[in-house]
């Protein structure tokens, strides 16, 4: 019994990691090019003559900043999650199925098109990015059904394929492109986090934490489909809608993540595995431990991104590749030794 | 005819030119131990897959306690029938006592968690395959003769009336096998399951099993009790192969003879052939 997971285990083990991902944040807050006084923000606004400068610093740019690198680590982890067990493989990324090309395609159409309109904030990019993704994991789903049931192999090459052709297109845009905008969009597919009205973040938090609460409620089915589609079956776990819904929320959480921030990879691909070699493969676990886990690592990835060459500012999808790789390594050869499954 | 299991004119094939069930009729009594045997590609595997409905039937009906499968749903169906797969490998590592309470999925309710019924049930299932010193062990460190019981641990915490099984000792040497067979037997009399096993090992099914359905590869097929319908001239008949049929005891058992066979050569020498 000692080593089963209890609803009070879990309970502990996720208020221990909220508390550390708040520190984190809170430290994360503190370190930028401008040194922010945490006495002087208490302050208040300030007036309109004259501004609370740490106060603007901290409220308007940093703290959004900083929540918006949360939600989407958070997001992207436990994407891959969904992915990972889905499709029954070990590579499998919320990339995987051509989010990342489809978004793509949909922010160069918008860069390209120049179009200067906001909806609710944002720039036609992140719209155009939002509908890329979800048509082409649409247009991905779609196809694999013709191939036949949920048959993973038809689902991955189409996903493949979709994202070759969409990767043509966008290189095939980017070509007939001016200078300044292609800048603009190979700087958008780098991924890095601009600030963004709170109204978009609480939006954004929203359908992540809502995603990742309906995602968690489905684990113990999740850790049936591990053993394949089958024998979830024979074990009375309805395959086909655990399926729709996990395939649907992380589908969403992903084209949010990315139309709030563009491309940033290895987070969905790395952070899962990380948890899961510490944590094991039980979903009811693994989902929100890696979303708190992805949302650290993306917050302490984006603070390099920001102090790193500062006062300029790398592309945080670079970050993360750099401290997420070797990070990763690490993890797997020290606890690889524990784990059999690995061998 | 009131059986657990009822089979009524059931065809089958993956394409409509190959059938490979045809107009098939049995009935299977509750808690008897059923083993189905024949050679490759004569259809076992599949008539396991339209019993458990992973597979639809072209025509016909297959009735599971009196109603037809089509009835239940998922999770009524899985409490009727449980299924042991061939050599499942799981994507992740999980341990043996959680594969074990994934039986118990459909029931875990608005928490997501175990109740203690569930967990005393899978413990239950622990102790009568002989697992529990293994039970938070990683099941991919364990052999395959481990891994076998532990699946069909897990087919016993379903606490369905019935259990059906695709080839479960295929990979097993020989103390494994009589182990795992020496467990459904178990499952059969004392908690009154009905079994029904895919098996190549006929010796085996003569020992353990109290009904056999031979398949032949043409779509004819064979039922009844087994040490009735299993003989020399059947065994040729549906395997194609002479077999040495004997008896010690009360037990029968038969040798597939092969064309370096020493009975044979020797059968052939007396007779002057070679």
């Known amino acids: 019994m000692e080593q089963l997971l209890t609803a009070k285990r879990l309970i502990l083990r996720i208020g221990l990691a909220l508390a550390v991902l708040a520190a984190v944040m809170f430290v994360c807050s503190l370190v930028g090019t401008e040194t922010v006084s945490l006495k002087a923000v208490l302050t208040g606004p300030g007036t309109q003559a004259a501004p609370n400068p740490d106060y603007e610093i901290f409220i308007r740019i940093r703290l959004p900043r900083i929540i918006l690198a949360g939600l989407v680590g958070a997001a992207l982890a436990c994407a891959g999650v969904v992915f990972q067990v889905l499709l029954r493989n070990p590579l499998a990324d919320p990339y995987i199925l051509g989010i990342s090309s489809g978004a793509g395609l949909g922010a160069i159409i918008a860069v390209i098109s120049g179009f200067n309109w906001t909806l609710w904030g944002r720039s036609p990019i992140a719209v155009f990015a939002f509908a890329g993704a979800l048509g082409t994991v649409w247009l991905v789903w779609f196809i694999g059904r013709l191939t036949g049931k949920f048959h993973v192999t038809g689902l991955l090459l189409a996903g493949v394929v979709v994202n070759a052709f969409f990767s043509a297109l966008m290189m095939f845009l980017t070509s007939i492109a001016k200078s300044d905008q292609v800048y603009a969009t190979i700087f958008w597919l780098m991924g890095n986090m601009r600030e963004g009205d709170f109204l978009v973040l609480w939006i954004a938090a929203g359908c992540v934490g809502g995603g990742i609460v309906a995602l968690f409620y489905i684990g113990p089915q999740l850790n049936a489909l591990s053993f394949g589609a089958d024998d979830a079956r024979s074990m009375g776990v309805n395959v086909a809608r655990t399926r729709t819904i996990a395939f649907g929320i992380a589908a969403a959480i992903t084209a949010v993540a990315v139309s709030l921030s563009g491309l940033i990879g290895f987070v969905g691909l790395v952070v899962p595995h990380g948890v899961r070699l510490v944590f094991g493969p039980d979903h009811r676990q693994l989902l929100p431990m890696s979303g708190i886990a992805g949302a650290i690592f993306l917050v302490i990835a984006d603070t390099l991104a920001r102090i790193i060459v500062a006062p300029a500012q790398l592309p945080v999808g670079v970050v993360t590749a750099i401290v997420g790789g070797p990070f990763f390594l690490i993890i797997l050869v020290k606890y690889s030794r524990k784990v059999s499954w690995l061998k | ?274």
């Open chain 2, 1 to 274: 005819m009131s059986g657990i299991i009822e089979v009524d004119n059931l065809t089958f094939g993956y394409t409509s030119e190959t059938v490979i069930l045809k107009d098939m009729c049995f009935s299977v009594r509750p808690g008897t131990f059923v083993a189905i045997a024949g050679p490759n590609g004569a259809g076992k595997s599949t008539l396991l897959n339209l019993m458990c409905r992973a597979l639809t039937p072209n025509s016909g009906t297959i009735r599971i306690d009196t109603a037809a499968i089509e009835s239940y749903n998922t999770k009524a169906l899985a409490s009727k029938v449980a299924v042991v797969r061939q050599e499942l490998v799981p994507a992740f590592g999980f341990s043996v006592m959680e594969t074990i309470l994934m039986a118990r999925t459909p029931y875990y309710g608005s928490t997501g968690f175990e109740t203690r019924h569930d967990r005393e049930i899978a413990n239950d299932a622990l102790e009568a395959t002989d697992t529990a010193r293994f039970a938070y062990r990683p099941l991919t460190s364990l052999s395959s003769g481990e891994r076998q019981r532990v699946f069909i641990a897990r087919a016993l915490a379903q606490n369905s009336p019935i259990m059906l099984l695709d080839e479960p000792t295929s990979f097993l040497d020989l103390k494994h096998q009589v182990g795992i067979y020496d467990l459904l037997k178990t499952a059969q009399v004392e908690k009154g399951k009905t079994i029904v096993a895919v098996t190549h090992d006929i010796n085996l099914a003569t020992q353990y099993c109290d009904e056999i359905l031979l398949l032949g590869a043409d779509g004819g097929y064979h039922i009844g009790k087994t040490k009735a319908v299993l003989s020399a001239e059947k065994v040729k008949e549906i395997f194609d192969v002479n077999v040495f049929a004997g008896e010690i005891g009360p037990e029968k058992f038969f040798v597939p003879l092969g064309k370096f066979a020493n009975d044979k050569r020797k059968m052939n020498k007396e007779s002057g052939n070679i």
